[in-house]
């Protein structure tokens, strides 16, 4: 649960305008719940770093290693947001 709280405030920093707070607090909540084996809210705070970095052109390179794990958990979960993190993926290489 702590940790869930962790990412919660990630994402509040985040609207608070401190992208680079967020990104940390995110990553530190990210890699608990892995290790915590909560891997559903691992995918959520995954996909938050991920839209942060896309909007604020912050670690930019990590992206694809963020939505890549994201999209591996919700697959291994038969949840229907894999295909769309798949495609998003994709479009990224595009770019």
């Known amino acids: 649960m702590a940790a869930r709280a962790t990412a919660a405030l990630g994402v509040v920093r985040d609207h608070l ?42 670690r930019r390179a990590d992206v694809p290693g963020w939505l890549e794990r994201a999209a591996d958990i919700h697959e291994e979960g038969g949840s229907p947001l894999a295909p769309d993190l798949r495609a998003r993926l994709r479009a990224g290489e595009e770019e």
Do not use: K
């Open 17 to 58: 305008g401190d992208p680079e707070e967020a990104m940390r607090t995110l990553e530190d909540a990210a890699t608990t719940l892995r290790a915590e084996e909560a891997t559903h809210y691992e995918a959520q705070a995954l996909v938050a770093l991920a839209d942060i970095a896309e909007r604020t052109g912050l």
